[in-house]
Structure formats: C-alpha cells, structure tokens
C-alpha cells in the first residue's frame, strides 16, 4: 500500500514538472535561421519604380531622368525576400536602395498597391493598409518582420539573421504594453535582443540591446488613419 501511494506521488510529481516546463515554454519559439535573398532587380523594373514615385529622384538627377541605364545603375536598387516578409505581406515587395548623402546610406522600402512605405518608420502604416493589427497570436512573427527590416535598412549587405528565442506577454486592450515581445537574435557572430512595446494594435518602439546596453531605439509612429491611407 505504501508503494503504491509512493508511485503515484512520484507520478504527481512528474505532472507537475511537466506542467511547469509547458507553462515556461508558453509563448516560445524555436530557433530559426532566416535565409535573406537579395537580387539586382532589372532597368525596366528600376524605372518603373522611380516613375511611379518621382520623389524619389532629387533635383540634381532631374535632367537624366529619361536616360534608363544610368538612373537605374545610379539607383541601384535590390529587391529583398525572406520567409517572414513574404508570410506576412504577401503583396508587397522589399527593395533596399541607397539615398544621395556623402557618403551614400542605405535605406529599405516596401512598395504595395502604388505606395511607398519606408521601413521600419512607416512600419504600422504597412501593416494597417494590409488589414493587420498587432495581436497576441502574431506578435513574435511580426516583431521577426520588423527586426529584418530595420537591419535591412541600416546595412548594405544582410548579416546572417537567426532567431533564437521569442518570449511574448499578454497585450493590455487600449494601453501600452511595454516588452510585449522579447526576440533573442542573432546577427553574424552577434547576439542581441530585441524588447517591443505594443499600443493600440501597433508597434509603439522597438529597443536592439547587447551585453553592453543600447545599440538602437526604434520610435514608431502610431497611425491613426484607417486602412487604405498610404505614402
């Protein structure tokens, strides 16, 4: 009798455990290599995009707006795809480019029914005109969109991007939820962190820290327009 009430407390306890170790994985994901693709996209495709947004070519560049080969080898635009841009915007297309400062900075951009999105500031605005919101159930693969995008937009290559770890906590309806999402990345041979905050269904700023502190802050603009507004 005493054996028997032996075993099942140890069975208790292992249920227990078990229960524990479910409970802390709540909310985690695993580990996941991101395979960026990058490609020079085509004369054609270049002046299609620099005329269906003017602005992007400055003044000094007016008079060789016409001349295709040297506004798309001056441009040098690269079309940009990865697994988590794709899943989330399917009808957008990701472009790193770079602008006209000494030296040149790269930039990224999204380009989605006829408007311009700059990434990661018109981040929440490409995420309203595709009818998404920031939930619970997609916050980890939204905030992996938003950490390739920011990379993206500060680098002229794509280091090696893996996802390590993701922890996300329960979203307050109407007010901000500060690290709603906790992204452990890696980049090249660097580990980092990625913290979100959440306000109204949007990304209200994303943190990028290391072991040392701070490396980036990334203030978003909560959009207050409905869908279908866009640049």
């Keep these: 009798m005493r054996r028997s009430k032996n075993v099942g407390v140890a069975l208790f306890g292992l249920l227990l455990v078990s229960a524990i ?23 054609s495709e270049a002046m299609d995009i620099l005329r269906k947004f003017p602005e992007l070519v400055p003044d000094h560049l007016a008079a060789k707006r016409n001349d295709a080969d040297y506004m798309a080898g001056t441009f040098g635009f690269v079309e940009v795809t990865a697994a988590p841009l794709t899943r989330v915007f ?58 390739i995008a920011a990379i993206g937009d500060e680098s002229r290559s794509f280091p090696e991007i893996t996802f390590l770890d993701a922890t996300r906590t329960k979203l307050k309806a109407g007010l901000p939820t500060d690290d709603a999402a906790i992204l452990k990345v890696k980049t090249g041979e660097e580990t980092e962190e990625w913290h979100f905050s959440v306000l109204r269904g949007q990304f209200e700023g994303a943190a990028r820290v290391n072991e040392k502190g701070l490396i980036k802050d990334f203030p978003s603009v909560i959009v207050e327009s409905l869908p279908g507004r866009g640049q």
């Design 90 to 147: 399917s009808t957008a297309r990701f472009y790193k480019g770079h602008d006209f400062w000494k030296p040149p900075q790269p930039y990224m951009m999204a380009v989605a029914d006829g408007k311009r999105y700059m990434i990661p500031g018109d981040f929440n605005r490409l995420l309203l005109d595709n009818g998404l919101e920031v939930t619970d159930k997609n916050i980890v693969e939204l905030a992996e969109t938003f950490v």
């Design 21 to 43: 170790s479910t409970a802390g994985a709540a909310g985690r994901k695993p580990a996941e290599e991101v395979k960026v693709s990058m490609r020079h996209i085509s004369t």
